[in-house]
């Protein structure tokens, strides 16, 4: 029975002629040869320090990119598929010491997704026998990590769409206010007002960065005109220290007159980025958020509400909840509460690096305890990440009786329970949900007749029509989705009156029906995240005023 582990990466039709190469020359198999090239890879990354690892140019560059499926046969120079036969741990091992841009995940779209596997195969091979193609001709092939990620964030600042400038320029004006000593803009706040913006721009030439084939492309721009010729090797090193040489080059590259501007932009043409400019500032705004509502829920004082921006809905806590940090940076959590925790009535969230519990309360004795009750809530998390804890307490402390900040939140925050459900909890009668499927199945008849009114293709009409005189959603909807039109059946449901989750653990509420509030209260506020990212998106397109995106 094999021990190995079966994987596959994507490869250059050069580099694959490499590997071919190096297995002749040592008189190995092709897989014996790639496992060989990965253990003596390893062995020197894991001996630098995290900044000298080594990257392949490709993987800061994305190159080969992805097309998608069965479009890689039709450019020859895109390779194919090297299966990997490995021992196990070597992959995660590799990966580890791989690069991973800022805004990259294992699992993600295809522009955010890192390869992480690919680089340590890639950077392997090239040590060993060097190898070139048309779009890698000339450039220096093997970088350091920092110095990938100098590059990358040179691309980023070449990139910045309106938004993104918009906080650049008031974090500009934070730090220099005007020549008579007054400041303007978001800088009128003061040391606040700055010291977000800052965390705000820090973000969002971090993990909150958009990536797509322009911000690759401009990077292979910039790197053959950095990382070719005799200077190559001096410019690897600027990229590294990333000190004034470098930030004066991405200040040149942020504000690019026209003439460097389209030097960079070779290739792509008149590509606008800044839906994803939009996105990106909110996704910044939105993580600083976060922190300052899990500082907020540590060291709140008396204060029961807060609105978080964005979106801009209300947060209320049951005034005698609190939160409790109950260890250091990286340390165990301390007794009772590890107890608590293992016992599902304490949920553990980080703020600023310290682990936190909530939520407790005073017992009779003064001393903290769980809330009683609590449990179906902390069951309701049991399977989330840890990263995703501070936003389901914030689910659960979410105020669904407010009508939040119109103009930041044009989807309304409103938990709308399937109307059998309400049903069966005993919120409405059999009248209200007979009723409530009614005005669904005329939403959803509607729907249907929108979809066949502004139908192009009569290819699809008579049995789109026949699905509609049929009653039939599902056969509607999988018709229109052949015919590439939207359509969205209305289901039958009942807007929650009622205010936080957390208030229904208060007034006693039945622990079955709490764990599916719990539950989807979650679901619904992860939605109407997307939502008002897909607001700040459509927002980006028109030319709002600076102020739009710096005071979110």
């Not at 190995?28 to 894991?46: C, I, M, P």
């Not at 971090?206 to 911000?215: D, F, K, L, M, Q």
Request: net charge neutral; glycine share 8%; aromatic share 8%.
């Amino acid at each position: 029975m094999s021990t190995y582990v079966e994987t596959n990466v994507w490869l250059p039709a050069c580099a694959l002629a490499a590997v071919k190469a190096i297995a002749v020359r040592r008189g190995l198999s092709r897989d014996e040869t790639v496992r060989q090239l990965l253990d003596e890879h390893l062995e020197a990354q894991e001996h630098r320090e995290p900044d000298m690892h080594l990257t392949h140019i490709s993987t800061v560059l994305r190159y080969p990119p992805a097309l998608g499926r069965r479009k890689h046969r039709w450019v020859p120079e895109f390779g194919g598929p090297l299966r990997l036969r490995l021992h196990p741990g070597v992959a995660d091992r590799a990966r580890t010491v791989s690069l991973r841009l800022p805004g990259q995940f294992q699992r993600a779209h295809r522009d955010y997704q890192s390869r992480q596997l690919t680089d340590a195969v890639m950077t392997a091979i090239a040590v060993h026998e060097p190898f070139t193609d048309t779009y890698l001709d000339g450039l220096r092939p093997v970088l350091r990590h920092r110095s990938a990620r100098g590059l990358w964030g040179l691309a980023v600042a070449a990139t910045s769409t309106a938004p993104e400038l918009a906080v650049h320029e008031a974090v500009s004006r934070a730090e220099f206010p005007d020549k008579d000593g007054s400041a303007t803009g978001a800088s009128a706040g003061g040391p606040g007002a700055s010291s977000r913006l800052l965390r705000v721009a820090a973000a969002l030439e971090g993990e909150t960065g958009w990536h797509s084939a322009v911000r690759f492309w401009v990077a292979a721009n910039i790197a053959r005109l950095l990382l070719t010729g005799p200077e190559r090797d001096a410019a690897e090193r600027i990229l590294f220290e990333q000190g004034a040489q470098w930030r004066e080059l991405r200040l040149d590259y942020r504000y690019a007159n026209a003439a460097t501007r389209e030097e960079l932009r070779r290739g792509i043409g008149d590509w606008d980025d800044s839906g994803r400019g939009g996105g990106a500032v909110w996704r910044a705004e939105r993580a600083v958020e976060v922190e300052d509502f899990e500082v907020w829920l540590v060291d709140r004082g008396r204060a029961a509400e807060r609105m978080n921006l964005p979106p801009g809905w209300l947060v209320r806590t049951p005034p005698t909840w609190r939160v409790s940090a109950v260890g250091g940076h990286g340390a165990a959590l301390m007794e009772p509460y590890a107890g608590w925790v293992a016992a599902g009535r304490l949920l553990v969230f980080t703020s600023g690096g310290t682990p936190g519990v909530w939520p407790l309360t005073r017992g009779n004795g003064g001393r903290m305890r769980p809330v009683e009750g609590i449990e179906p809530v902390v069951a309701a998390a049991a399977k989330l990440a840890p990263a995703q804890a501070s936003t389901f307490i914030e689910a659960m402390l979410l105020d669904w009786s407010d009508d939040g900040e119109a103009d930041l939140m044009p989807v309304p925050a409103v938990l709308r329970l399937p109307a059998s459900q309400a049903y069966n909890f005993g919120y409405i009668d059999a009248a209200q949900r007979s009723s409530l499927m009614a005005q669904a199945r005329v939403a959803t008849l509607e729907s249907m007749n929108d979809v066949l009114n502004h139908l192009h293709d009569d290819f699809y009409r008579a049995r789109l029509e026949a699905a509609r005189d049929s009653g039939s959603v599902t056969d509607f909807r999988r018709l229109a989705r052949w015919a590439r039109v939207h359509f969205s059946p209305s289901p039958a449901t009942w807007p929650w009156p009622g205010g936080p989750v957390a208030h229904e653990v208060v007034a006693g509420t039945r622990p079955e029906i709490v764990h599916w509030l719990a539950t989807h209260a979650h679901r619904t506020t992860a939605t109407l995240l997307q939502h008002s990212m897909g607001e700040a998106w459509n927002a980006a397109f028109d030319h709002r005023p600076p102020s739009f995106w710096t005071d979110m």
